[in-house]
């Protein structure tokens, strides 16, 4: 599995790195990554160096959706099938994720419980003197980029 990790010097990448290699660990497998930008500024090459550091890849993970929906386009045009080759895993769980085919497996945050806690901070903290840390619990999202389908005609009535 290689991370497509954003630019360390963004905590959120950081941040999403750190929990790719810690699973890793955790499971023994090898922990390979290549930088990308993180943005709407995508490095063509991308491909070419996934496939360079780690030949052997099935998965990728992409430390945000826009990321893992342009690495799917350069593995389709490359003729690369997902998820039959290769699995795509993305992170935010953004509108299109659901509206592209293959639907994008994701890490769905619970970003509405986010923006009502931070408000919720923000007007009972007006001191300032205490500063809390919440941690919000992220959910993975299974869809298509990740799943083979069996044909019709293998699935029974049972």
């Known amino acids: 599995i290689v991370c497509?990790?954003?630019r360390q010097s963004i905590s959120s990448a950081r941040d999403r790195y750190r929990g790719y290699r810690d699973v890793c660990r955790e499971n023994n497998i090898g922990i390979h990554y290549?930088?990308?930008?993180?943005?709407?500024t995508f490095e063509e090459n991308?491909?070419?160096?996934?496939?360079?550091?780690?030949?052997?890849?099935?998965?990728?993970f992409a430390c945000n959706d826009l990321t893992a929906l342009f690495i799917y386009k350069l593995l389709h045009n490359k003729g690369i099938k997902v998820p039959e080759?290769?699995?795509?895993?993305?992170?935010?769980?953004?509108?299109?994720?659901?509206?592209?085919?293959?639907?994008?497996?994701?890490i769905s945050q619970p970003i509405e419980q986010m923006g009502r806690t931070a408000?919720?901070?923000?007007?009972?903290?007006?001191?300032?003197?205490?500063?809390?840390?919440?941690?919000?619990?992220?959910?993975?999202?299974?869809?298509?980029t990740t799943q083979i389908k069996q044909p019709a005609d293998k699935i029974s009535d049972n």
């Open 119 to 144: 408000v919720d901070m923000l007007i009972g903290n007006n001191d300032n003197s205490e500063q809390k840390a919440v941690i919000f619990k992220p959910e993975l999202k299974i869809r298509q």
């Open 85 to 106: 080759k290769v699995a795509i895993v993305g992170f935010d769980d953004v509108m299109i994720s659901k509206l592209v085919t293959p639907e994008l497996t994701t």
């Open 46 to 60: 991308v491909i070419d160096e996934i496939y360079s550091k780690c030949p052997e890849v099935d998965g990728i």
């Open 34 to 40: 290549v930088e990308s930008p993180y943005g709407f």
């Open 4 to 6: 497509v990790r954003g």
